[in-house]
């Protein structure tokens, strides 16, 4: 039998992804319930799409995983994507309220 002689970077990766994903879990958490309490709706749309990014360049970061180019690209749409779902102008429930008489008034 042959023994084998733990890889130090093995190690760290076994110790360190449960707490990534615990972590992370938890943050997540607390990004949800923040969006949906304060957040447009159409910004809370996005947060499926935003999770998958932030995963990669955590891994990236703490455990040196690759980030190929097919991967950045991706990223970079999505990133891109939220960005202009959340700099679009949504109007409140006021101004809704406030455009229909006038759009009624100007039909006739």
Known sequence: MQDHAADP???AHGTIRPHLGRVGHRLRGVAYVWLLRD???SLVATYP??????????????????VTVRM????TIIVCAVALIAS???????????EEP???AGSR
């Open 72 to 75: 950045a690209a991706a990223g």
């Open 9 to 11: 970077g093995d190690v």
């Open 39 to 41: 957040a447009p709706t």
């Open 102 to 104: 006038a759009r009624a």
């Open 88 to 98: 679009a102008h949504v109007p409140a429930p006021d101004e809704e309220i406030a």
């Open 49 to 66: 799409y935003v999770n998958p990014v932030v995963a990669v360049l955590l891994g990236w970061a703490f455990l040196g995983e690759e």
